[in-house]
């Protein structure tokens, strides 16, 4: 029962703020100031910035200068992404790179991490930004090489080793932010540390328990950002939901495999463009230190957001529990 009543919170939440039309969405967007920092000189990396939401930021991104690493997992896509955001940024080549990242892949996110560092400090870098982004839901049962369930390994995992790999090579240093896209579905459900791997759920036709298993993933992400903005105080985490998007991975999602093609069709233009919706990570990414709630802010549209609806408030013995298993993980998945 209060599943139901926090799910119906979340669908009123959604029409009233989250669409491309919703009211609280227009108020908010009227005060947005525009974004002109000089990002020359920072380097941004963000895991799936070859489409939607992430490759919109990585546009805007570029823009202010950034020298802007898209981790993608397949390689003409990247390629096409980097052409792309060349070309509508206006920059040369140089200021965009690709890197190759299945961030389901623990071996590779932690050589990825290992090499990525090496580079930077090679080049005499850090990294200014780390942007998760990278995500979605699948909707049947997969397993990544180590034989973890691919929606834990994809948004937990990949997010979790990436993050804490860059943390201990210190690439990520001090004034380094970590922005993660998280999404409002996460108000729903509380930390959930048991079964993970989702052993005792069934993927059905219309994807919804496969969408209900993915808000406990976005739950994670706010939490270990919770974890880290505590335990790392010189560096600035956060996570921002970007509204209802029209993207690939929103075609995943029971709002369009319940309602079938057509509607859906009708209604994406109902809710936001993935140029808007980037603003999620381009205002945490770039927006003065000045406009910034404090480390562990959950943002919605560029302001500090609760993260809880009734009943779902973790306690600390749920935070350490799911880092120490992370933690398992982490360790046990190096070469
Ligand atoms: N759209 C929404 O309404 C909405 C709402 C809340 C939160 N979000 C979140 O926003 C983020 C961006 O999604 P989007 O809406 O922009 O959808 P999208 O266009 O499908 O972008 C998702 C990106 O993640 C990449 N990706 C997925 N799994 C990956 C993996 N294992 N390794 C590397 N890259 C991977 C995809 O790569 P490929 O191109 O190779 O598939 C793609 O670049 C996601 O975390 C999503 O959960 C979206």
Redesign the pocket.
Known sequence: MANLVRTALCGLDGVLKYMKYSPCYLLAKRNFKPITTDLSQKSILI?????????EAAVKLAKLGANVHI????ES?GSAAIDEIVARANVSKEKVQMHM????ECKDVHKFATDFSKMLDDNNEKLYCLVN????IINERRKNSHGYEMNFA??TL?MYILTKSLLSSNALSTGSRVVS?????MMIVPCVTEDLYFEKGTFDKNGINAYAF?CTQ?RHQVVLTDVWAAQYPDIYFCTG??????????KD?PFYTVPGEFIYNLGTSA?RS?ED?SDCIFFAAAADESELAASGTYYTDRKPAAKHYFGTQETDADRQKLVAILDEIYESTKE
């Open positions: 895991t799936g910035g070859n489409s939607g939401i992430g490759l981790a993608c997992r397949n896509r990242l299945d961030v389901s982004n990278a995500g979605g994809t948004n990949g896209t998280t999404s409002s579905s993915a976005k939901h970007p509204g209802y998007c029209n993207t690939k991975a929103a999602t809710i993935p919706s």
